[in-house]
């Protein structure tokens, strides 16, 4: 993902005008009546061999090579509530149940050859699974997920949870972990950073919650790039010189107010793109090339990448205040004549 793709590609709720509500309300004809509409809604719809049929594709070797089976099934969008038929169909790798309406993904716990699950927009409670030994991508979007329990696939590389309602990290066991390298939690309602210790993670997406700080981080030493966008954080504190990694930290829409909090960020060796727009600090005269005396290693501001000049001026800014402080501490450690004075008298006085 690009960072011009990263600023433009959460999309803002359109709230719907009092005029569209009352022709969704009093279309008639348009529509089902209300009452047929959700009763067809609860009527329970399982997964049929004929559906099976329709979605079931890619047809490889399984086992000792000599017999073949279909590996891969897409099944969007069948207003699907029981996916049971799919505990019998072993030899699944890839399945997209998108666009359904399941409550239980229980019966994916006997597919141990499943490589690549995606169930975005159900009505999942849970993402909690059976250890699946060779599970490397999973995708759980838009749900009514509360919790990040029972995520225990040790091949796992990719998760993504975003649009749920989690509000805090547990669960996520480093040790059963160690491969996820891409966490998506954007928007969801996570009030702290805490339980994200993955070794390897080198992706995270947390944009769209109710974060006031950074806590909890410091040791994801392969941590590339950090989404904060449209949180509460308004301090910079939590960033450590183990985040040794780190190039792009996205904190557009925050409550940053003082540029002097860009300070927290000479932890970072290697921040190469920050996106601050949005922030209060971002109101200050000259906002970025403070932040560019702050943080000389930076490459990119927002959308733009600093130019010669503007590295140049910064450099020379850097350098007077290197002199000012240096020249401020030669005055304090000089001895005061006085003082000097007021001790030889006391010295000849002594003598006397």
């Given at each position: 993902?690009?960072?011009?793709?990263?600023?433009?590609e959460?999309?803002?709720?359109?709230?719907?005008?009092?005029?569209?509500?009352?022709?969704k309300?009093?279309?008639?004809?348009?529509?089902?009546?209300?009452?047929?509409?959700?009763?067809?809604?609860?009527?329970?719809?399982?997964?049929?061999?004929?559906v099976?049929?329709?979605?079931?594709?890619?047809?490889c070797?399984?086992?000792?090579?000599?017999?073949h089976?279909?590996?891969?099934?897409?099944?969007?969008?069948?207003?699907?509530?029981?996916?049971?038929?799919?505990?019998?169909?072993?030899?699944?790798?890839?399945?997209?149940?998108?666009?359904?309406?399941?409550?239980?993904?229980?019966?994916?716990?006997?597919?141990t050859?499943?490589?690549?699950?995606?169930?975005?927009?159900?009505?999942?409670?849970?993402?909690?699974?059976?250890?699946?030994?060779?599970?490397?991508?999973?995708?759980?979007?838009?749900?009514?997920?509360t919790?990040?329990?029972?995520?225990?696939?040790?091949?796992?590389?990719?998760?993504?949870?975003?649009?749920?309602?989690?509000?805090?990290?547990?669960?996520?066991?480093?040790?059963?972990?160690?491969?996820?390298?891409?966490?998506?939690?954007?928007?969801?309602?996570?009030e702290?950073?805490?339980?994200?210790?993955?070794?390897?993670?080198?992706?995270?997406?947390?944009?769209?919650?109710?974060?006031?700080?950074?806590e909890?981080l410091?040791?994801?030493?392969?941590l590339?790039t950090?989404?904060?966008?449209?949180?509460?954080?308004?301090?910079?504190?939590?960033?450590?010189?183990?985040?040794?990694?780190?190039q792009?930290?996205?904190?557009?829409?925050?409550?940053?107010?003082?540029?002097?909090?860009?300070?927290?960020l000479?932890?970072?060796?290697?921040l190469?793109?920050?996106?601050?727009?949005?922030?209060?600090?971002?109101?200050?005269?000259?906002?970025?090339?403070?932040?560019?005396?702050?943080?000389?290693?930076?490459?990119?501001?927002?959308?733009?990448?600093?130019?010669?000049?503007?590295?140049?001026?910064?450099?020379?800014?850097?350098?007077?205040?290197?002199?000012?402080?240096?020249?401020?501490l030669?005055?304090?450690?000089?001895?005061?004549?006085?003082?000097?004075?007021?001790?030889?008298?006391?010295g000849?006085?002594?003598?006397?």
């Amino acid at each position: 993902m690009s960072d011009d793709e990263d600023l433009d590609e959460y999309d803002q709720d359109q709230d719907e005008s009092d005029e569209d509500k009352d022709n969704k309300e009093m279309g008639e004809g348009e529509e089902k009546e209300g009452g047929e509409e959700l009763e067809e809604m609860l009527l329970p719809n399982p997964l049929t061999e004929e559906v099976m049929k329709e979605g079931l594709s890619l047809l490889c070797k399984i086992g000792n090579g000599l017999s073949h089976a279909y590996v891969k099934l897409e099944a969007k969008e069948k207003d699907l509530s029981d996916i049971s038929l799919l505990s019998s169909y072993i030899h699944l790798r890839y399945v997209d149940l998108s666009d359904n309406r399941l409550v239980d993904l229980s019966p994916l716990n006997g597919l141990t050859h499943l490589l690549w699950l995606k169930v975005d927009n159900n009505r999942l409670i849970s993402a909690r699974l059976t250890e699946l030994p060779y599970l490397q991508i999973a995708s759980f979007a838009y749900n009514q997920i509360t919790d990040t329990e029972g995520i225990l696939h040790p091949r796992l590389v990719s998760l993504d949870l975003k649009g749920n309602n989690i509000k805090k990290v547990t669960g996520l066991d480093p040790q059963k972990l160690g491969n996820l390298h891409t966490l998506e939690l954007r928007g969801n309602q996570l009030e702290s950073t805490q339980g994200i210790e993955l070794p390897k993670l080198k992706n995270l997406f947390l944009a769209q919650n109710q974060l006031k700080q950074i806590e909890g981080l410091e040791n994801l030493e392969h941590l590339t790039t950090l989404h904060l966008r449209d949180n509460q954080i308004n301090t910079l504190s939590g960033f450590s010189s183990e985040m040794k990694s780190l190039q792009y930290l996205n904190l557009r829409g925050n409550l940053v107010a003082n540029i002097i909090e860009l300070i927290q960020l000479k932890e970072l060796p290697r921040l190469r793109a920050l996106i601050l727009m949005e922030n209060p600090c971002t109101d200050e005269t000259d906002y970025r090339q403070e932040t560019l005396v702050q943080l000389p290693q930076l490459e990119r501001l927002d959308k733009d990448f600093y130019e010669e000049e503007e590295r140049a001026e910064a450099d020379e800014i850097r350098q007077r205040l290197k002199e000012e402080q240096e020249i401020d501490l030669d005055q304090d450690l000089s001895p005061d004549p006085e003082k000097e004075v007021s001790k030889e008298q006391a010295g000849v006085l002594g003598c006397w």
